[in-house]
């Protein structure tokens, strides 16, 4: 037997029922879920019938709030792509999947009709700063003397900062503030506008000064970048945070004349939504 047949021949039976965790070895899975509301479909519901559809999406919302380490957070959205946003975080996989499912279904067939969603993991940034970068800044820019009590004082306060800072990106505690904007985006592969023929050295370099414009937004921008390379179309996802769309706007625009941005990134659609409390998003959207 070929080996095309015999792998064509596996059944549903060759496959171990399992409920083992499918969590990554590191971080979390996040989905971010867009919908329209089909509005004949609503109508067709009596008054009462609305009333149950609307507290079985309440009840679903909060008991995936209690689910270990799981994060959803919901969007009145802007655009008219959507009607409404989610936005999950999880570590199990099985949960991210089953969770997705239920929501979509939750005000009953055909209601949430999904118009967008995409699927990536909170992680680590590969052009973090070492204590070894570090310890050659103090080094140079201070003039410490590596072994000292000042220059190992300055090395450990880095690396708590640092780990305080890893741990922020994998497992990220996400902001009330209202504002909330999602789009995804991928290094550029064109000829030599090509980030993957760059060397690491040229690129940590490129990213840190990316990273400074982004830092100049701190208290006005909460942003979290989470990768999709082999999960979905584009390789990262970046959500953002702010109370006011003026700073959206801003450090997007700021951004753009980054060389980063400016000759190495191609985004996709912008998504664009406020957070509001689960009773005043059926306000919002006039459920």
Known sequence: MSESTTASATTDDDIPETDESLAPAEG?????????????????LTPEEQVERKTALTRLVQELR??????????????PRADIGFMLLTPDLRDANAFEKRLTISMGPDVLVPIYSYFSMTERSEYTTTAEQH???????????EGSEEFNAA?????????????????????????FCFYPMTKRRSGEDNWYSLDFETRRQLMAGHAAIGRTWAGKIRQLITGS??????????????????????????????????RYAEFGDFYIGIQVPLQQLFQQVSL
């Open 135 to 145: 310890g050659e800044t103090l080094k140079t820019d201070r003039g410490l003397t």
């Open 155 to 179: 090395i450990a306060e880095f690396n708590a900062r640092m780990q305080k800072y890893g741990k922020d990106r994998l497992y990220p505690n996400m902001p009330d503030w209202p504002v």
């Open 66 to 79: 209690q689910h270990p380490s799981t994060q959803l957070l919901m969007f009145s959205m802007l655009t």
């Open 229 to 262: 390379t082999g999960l979905d179309d584009y390789e990262w996802g970046v959500t953002l945070f702010a109370k006011d769309t003026f700073d959206v706007k801003g450090i997007v625009y700021e951004m753009r004349f980054d060389e980063v941005s400016a």
């Open 28 to 44: 979390w899975h996040v989905m971010h879920l867009f919908y329209q509301i089909d509005r004949t479909q609503w109508s067709m």
